[in-house]
Every structure is written in C-alpha cells, then in structure tokens.
C-alpha cells in the first residue's frame, strides 16, 4: 500500500476534523487521526456488512459481544502471551465513553485519579467534569516519573503513554503495580497505543502484572486508523469492577455498531500486514522528526505511537508555530503541559511531513535564541 503518495493539495479534500477546517496555508498535525488509506481488511469486511445484513447483530443483547471477545482475546493471546478471558470482556463506543462508566460506578465526586501528566487531553477534562481529583504523576522531560505518595482510588496508566510516546517498562509498571498494591487502587490501563510500539521497545498488558486490579481499555481506532467507526473494548480483569457493572441495567451505556465491530475484528484478525508496513512508515517518520529538528526544541523519541512530545523553547509554542510556521499542533497546556511544549503528530506522508518540518525549522531560524 502507498503511504508515502499523499499531496498537500489532495489531502486538503479529506474531510475529517483535521483537515477539514484547516486554514488553506496551514498544514494540520493535531488530532490523532493518520493521513494513511484504510487497510483493506477493514475496507473488506465493512463491505461484507453492508451487503449482507445491518439488521440488530445476533450479538447486540450479549453483554461481552462474543465475536468482538473472543478476537480481542486471540489478539493479546498472539501479540503479548497474555491470557485475557473473554467472558470479561464488555463493549463500548469509545475509550473515553469506558473510563466514563467506570469512574462512575467505581469513585465517588471528590476522589483523585493518578494520571500521568502531559496527559492525553480528554481525560483531564474527564476527571475534572465528573467531579473527580486529578492526582498528576508528571512525566520529566526525560520521560522518568516518581509515583506520588499520596494514596488514590484510582490510577489511569496510559501506556504507551500520549503524548509522551513512553513506552513504560517491567520496572515502571511493577512500581505502578506495587503503588495499586499499596493503597489498593484499581488500575485502569489504556492500552490503545500499544500496537505502534516500535522495534526496540516491548509492550507489556499492565493486566499480566497485577490481574485482580486492572480494567483494560483499548481499541483498533488508532492502530488501525479509524477513529470515526466507534467501537472499544474494555477487559474488567476486576471482580469487584465487574459486579458493579453487572448491578446496571444493560443497555444503559448503549453499545457499538456492527461495522464498528466488524471493522475491529477485521483488523486484528487480518490487519497484520498493513500494520506491519505502517510501523515501517512512522519508524522513518520519526527518526526524519528527530533528526531535522532544530537542536533547540527538546525531544525525546517516543518507543511507541506517532505523537512527538516537543519543548520548543518559546512562550505559547502553538501560537507561535501556527503565525510563523503555518502548522497547527497541540499546545501543551492542553495536556497539563508547559506552554514552551507542543504535540506533533508525525503520522503523514513523506511530503508533507518534510513540509512540516521544513516550516518549523524555517520559523526558528527567524526567531532569535534568547541572549
Ligand atoms: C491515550 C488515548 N486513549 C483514548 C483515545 C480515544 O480513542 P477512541 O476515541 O478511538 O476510543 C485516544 C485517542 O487519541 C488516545 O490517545
């Protein structure tokens, strides 16, 4: 598949949330969506659904959807060893619609979440919206955190970690793992990221650590690419998680649809080759970000996802790039971050992603280093 054919002119006619309402001279690199076709997996079995039968699916009054389970189950079984049992697995739009439901029926207004932080934007605005602490775990510039001493109910791990791009390892999660232990916290672990983990790196399922204690929340929305069709899985290694869930009328949080699902199965399933060549792709993407950024904007190269976390050194860092450099980003403080810090997300063409950089590095160069 061509990932690398993409023109600025023909991706200004996509019209999804990122390129539809850039300004014409703006090259989008925001929101989490890949500028990448669809793998023909998912394009096949949408297809397939939508000529045979989009009548109620057989599955839609089960609590765990079974197809959706027991993919979801073969998935972890093949990519990490990890057993995850598809009898605990329930369905959801959306990871942020999961965290949603749990912190509802697991925390009370006024209780702290531990998040790491930068976090993923949503999700502060969860914790915050639902009357709920956030109880931040900063991420250094070096990608290290220490775990805070106050205790909380609840811990949300993103690993691999938005928009840090850290992939945690064994000694990190067990330290999580030993925190939850502690205080005896319920680990949510969103896990959507962890197909883009890179060569080097190695995902590990937070629920293979610490199984009794952990909820995971994932999706093949980004992996995949293809956010817009709504359908996530939460696994509720939990027991008490999953009494409390079981104690909810069942379509009170409503459910996915069918091409979401049979998008999703599709992809793990049979996505394998066209996640292969993505990986391939955002491998070089972010070594070409690496290597021609300005030494001046601090970097660390992420070990998973296609999200570079950047200092750029200069106040309100989006606003700046957006006058000078024509490229909309992230701005830090959305995710709990500095205002010298922006998102970059490097997952486009080679052309483009040249552009972009070119831009950046075009617009620091004009600007002078402080004396
Ligand atoms: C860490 C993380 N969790 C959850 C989501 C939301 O994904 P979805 O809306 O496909 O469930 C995203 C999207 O970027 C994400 O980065």
Redesign the pocket.
């Known amino acids: 598949m061509d990932f690398d054919s993409l023109t600025l002119d023909a991706a200004r006619t996509r019209d999804g949330i990122k390129w539809a309402h850039a300004a014409p001279d703006v090259i989008p690199a925001w929101v ?1 969506d890949m500028d990448f076709p669809t793998p023909d997996a998912v394009v096949d079995a949408v297809t397939r659904r939508l000529k045979t039968d989009l009548g109620y699916p057989a599955w839609l009054d089960i609590p765990n959807c079974p197809p959706l389970a027991e993919a979801f189950a073969e998935r972890m079984e093949t990519r990490y060893g990890w057993h995850a049992d598809p009898g605990h697995v329930r369905p959801y739009t ?3 619609q999961a965290l949603q439901v749990l912190l509802d029926v697991m925390t009370s207004p006024g209780d702290a979440v531990a998040t790491h932080v930068p976090a ?1 934007d ?2 502060l605005t969860t914790i915050t919206g639902m009357g709920r602490r956030l109880l931040p775990i900063p991420v250094a510039a070096d990608g290290t955190f220490q775990l805070p001493a106050e205790p909380a109910p609840v811990v949300l791990l ?1 690993n691999p970690h ?1 928009p840090s791009g850290r992939c945690f390892t064994r000694a990190e999660l067990e330290a999580v793992a030993g925190y939850a232990e502690r205080h005896g916290s319920l680990v949510i672990a ?1 896990e ?2 962890a197909e883009l983990t890179y060569a080097h790196a190695r995902h590990i399922p937070f629920a293979t650590i610490l199984p009794g204690r952990t909820v995971t ?1 994932t ?1 093949a ?2 992996a995949f690419n293809m ?1 817009g069709l ?1 359908c ?1 899985v939460a696994h509720l290694g939990s027991k008490a998680v999953r009494d409390a869930l079981g104690g909810r009328p069942p379509h009170v949080y409503g459910a996915p649809g069918v091409l979401g699902v049979e998008a999703t199965i599709a992809a793990w399933r049979d996505g394998g080759p066209w996640l292969e060549e993505v990986l391939t792709v955002l491998d070089r993407n972010r070594r070409m970000v690496a290597g021609r950024l300005p030494s001046r904007i601090g970097h660390r190269t992420p070990e998973a996802t296609y999200l570079a976390w950047l200092d750029v050194g200069v106040p309100d860092a989006a606003g700046f790039l957006l006058r000078e450099a024509r490229v909309k980003l992230n701005p830090g403080p959305m995710y709990g971050g500095a205002d010298t810090c922006v998102r970059l997300n490097f997952a486009t063409s080679a052309p483009i992603l040249e552009e972009i950089l070119t831009r950046i590095g075009a617009a620091m160069e004009r600007r002078p280093t402080a004396a």
């Open positions: 989490a959306d990871v942020n993923y949503p999700f993103v938005n969103d959507i990221h929340l999706s929305s980004k956010g709504r996530a």
